[in-house]
Nanobody, 126 residues
């Protein structure tokens, strides 16, 4: 069982930045592909970004490309998401997730991920 705890959410003005962190509870963190998803009220959970455990390759949803950056520190069992140039439409609860299969092809659908954090709220004022 992997426990994930997100932090770093909050209220920011449009155009501002936030950095989310997700700390994992176990040392097998490095075996997992890691992802960030978000869910706004009334909407389905949507893929934001993911990072491959094999080579550190990163993948992004179209709406965040060029603005968000996912990274990981295996020594700290932590994955990060730097979010720049935030827009009101980025407001959502952001979830960290772990895919224990750690396939070379990173998954972008929520169902492929095995473990989830509790989420952290990001609010963007216009």
């Amino acid at each position: 069982q992997v426990q994930l705890v997100e932090s770093g959410g909050g209220l920011v003005q449009a155009g501002g930045s936030l950095r989310l962190s997700c700390a994992a509870s176990v040392g097998t963190f490095s075996n997992n592909n890691m992802g960030w998803f978000r869910q706004a009220p009334g909407k389905e959970r949507a893929f934001v970004a993911a990072i491959n455990r094999h080579n550190g390759n990163t993948y992004y949803g179209d709406s965040v490309k060029g603005r968000f950056t996912i990274s990981r520190d295996n020594a700290k069992n932590t994955v990060y998401q730097q979010m720049n140039s935030l827009k009101p439409e980025d407001a959502a609860v952001y979830f960290c997730a772990a895919d224990r299969r750690g396939s070379l092809a990173v998954a972008t659908t929520p169902g492929a991920y095995d473990y989830w954090g509790q989420g952290t709220q990001v609010t963007v004022s216009s």
